[in-house]
Every structure is written in C-alpha cells, then in structure tokens.
Nanobody, 127 residues
Framework: QVQLVESGGGLVQAGGSLRLSCAASGRTFSMYAMGWFRQAPGKEREFVAAMSRNGGRTYYSDSVKGRFTFSRDNAKNTVYLQMNSLKHEDTAIYYC????????????????????WGQGTQVTVSS
C-alpha cells in the first residue's frame, strides 16, 4: 500500500514557476514508477509526465516538454515537478500517481496502469 500526498500548488502569474511535491508513504517507494497527471475543469484527466523507478528515464507530454522537469529522491520518498514558464492553460488539479513495475527503467504514461493516486493539488495560472 502506498499513500501519496501532493503539495506546492497555488496561484501564480503566467510566466511564473511552481514546484509540486509528492510525498509517498511505505518502504517500497523505489519499486514504483511515478507519474503526474492533471485535470482542468470540464476536461478529462491528462498525462503530464512519467518517471522510471530508478529515475533514469522520464517522459513528458508535448504540452509541457521543455517547461516542466520531473525529479525524484528515493531517499526521501518524494517526487517533484518543477514547472516553469507557466501558462494559463496549465491551470488544473495536479495528481501524482505510483505504479509498480518490474524493470527499474520502466515508466508508465497511461493512467489505467497506475495503482495509487494522491488527492491532488490545485494550480492556477492567471493570464
């Protein structure tokens, strides 16, 4: 069982930055590939970024590539999403997710394959 708690959301002006954190409980955090998703009002949940168990591989959606950076600290059981050059269209609730994978360099980019989800943190970008 893994519990995920996101933090770091808030209100920021367009062009600004925020760093989201996702703290995970449990001793087996390093067994999980991690991901970030977001959901804007009236829209479906959208993939943002994924990272392998060992942190060596990352994958980003085209909409955030070059602006967002995903990192993880297995010693702290925490992952981070550094978001720069924020746009109004980045406004959404951001969720982190954990999915158990066998290979250390595997990541997951489909929501259905994730096993655990956080409660979400609101990010609002004013234009």
């Amino acid at each position: 069982q893994v519990q995920l708690v996101e933090s770091g959301g808030g209100l920021v002006q367009a062009g600004g930055s925020l760093r989201l954190s996702c703290a995970a409980s449990g001793r087996t955090f390093s067994m999980y590939a991690m991901g970030w998703f977001r959901q804007a009002p009236g829209k479906e949940r959208e993939f943002v970024a994924a990272m392998s168990r060992n942190g060596g591989r990352t994958y980003y959606s085209d909409s955030v590539k070059g602006r967002f950076t995903f990192s993880r600290d297995n010693a702290k059981n925490t992952v981070y999403l550094q978001m720069n050059s924020l746009k109004h269209e980045d406004t959404a609730i951001y969720y982190c997710a954990a999915g158990q994978v066998y290979y250390s360099d595997s990541y997951i980019y489909t929501a259905e394959e994730y096993d655990y989800w956080g409660q979400g943190t609101q990010v609002t970008v004013s234009s």
